[in-house]
């Protein structure tokens, strides 16, 4: 093949590329704009017209990329809950004593939740404006996420470093606790997102210490 050819079967693939970066960038954009609407007003009370307006776009803009509003709130969770997946992963492979693992996925977990406080609200809130296929599939991914995180505490537990308490009662406490600073913690907070993530790994791996 010469290298006029060459060039002409590369320019498609550069404009597929493009026009994907260009999807994507968009898409982020939308998911962006829902996330801060429906956080504050709430999902039934925003409409297209909303997003759209939210960020400059006409409404055909965001139904060419997204079909409705239901596809948005969707986004959104599966956005949220890859986010965690992969925390939980990097965590989990990073290796070290289960009171340092366990300590890092507090920290990853409430600081999450601290730094997307609009994810967070969502995903807490409104779960029930999904359908019920998405609504299994989030059920799904959450009980692996905590099975993960159980299993690591049991772990812990038959190492004699956590209470033999059942691992499952133990994370939903640890969890719930993560997930709550969505309710208060604002930017303008005393104490930063970081600190307060420190804090809550010092005081909740206490919680569950035996010694």
Excluded at 91 to 119: D, F, P, Q, Y
């Amino acid at each position: 093949m010469d290298m006029e050819a060459q060039r002409d079967t590369a320019k498609p693939n550069i404009r597929g590329k493009i026009k994907q970066q260009k999807t994507e960038l968009i898409q982020e954009e939308i998911l962006d704009a829902a996330s801060r609407l429906i956080a504050a007003r709430g999902f039934r009370a925003v409409t297209v017209d909303d997003i759209s307006a939210e960020m400059g776009f006409t409404k055909s803009i965001v139904y060419y990329y997204m079909k409705n509003k239901n596809e948005i709130l969707w986004r959104i969770f599966e956005k949220i809950d890859d986010t965690y997946a992969k925390g939980l992963a990097e965590v989990l492979e990073s290796g070290g004593s289960v009171t340092e693992v366990l300590a890092r996925i507090v920290k990853m977990h409430s600081l999450n939740v601290m730094s997307r406080s609009a994810w967070a609200t969502i995903y807490n809130r409104d779960e029930n404006e999904l359908n019920d296929e998405q609504r299994e599939v989030v059920t799904a991914n959450r009980r692996k996420y905590n099975k993960q995180i159980q299993d690591l505490y049991a772990r812990g537990v038959k190492e004699g470093i956590f209470r033999d308490v059942p691992p499952f009662i133990a994370v939903s406490c640890i969890i719930g606790a993560c997930n709550w600073p969505y309710t208060w913690f604002k930017p303008t907070f005393t104490h930063s997102a970081e600190e307060v993530a420190s804090v809550f790994a010092d005081q909740l791996i206490q919680g569950v210490a035996l010694k």
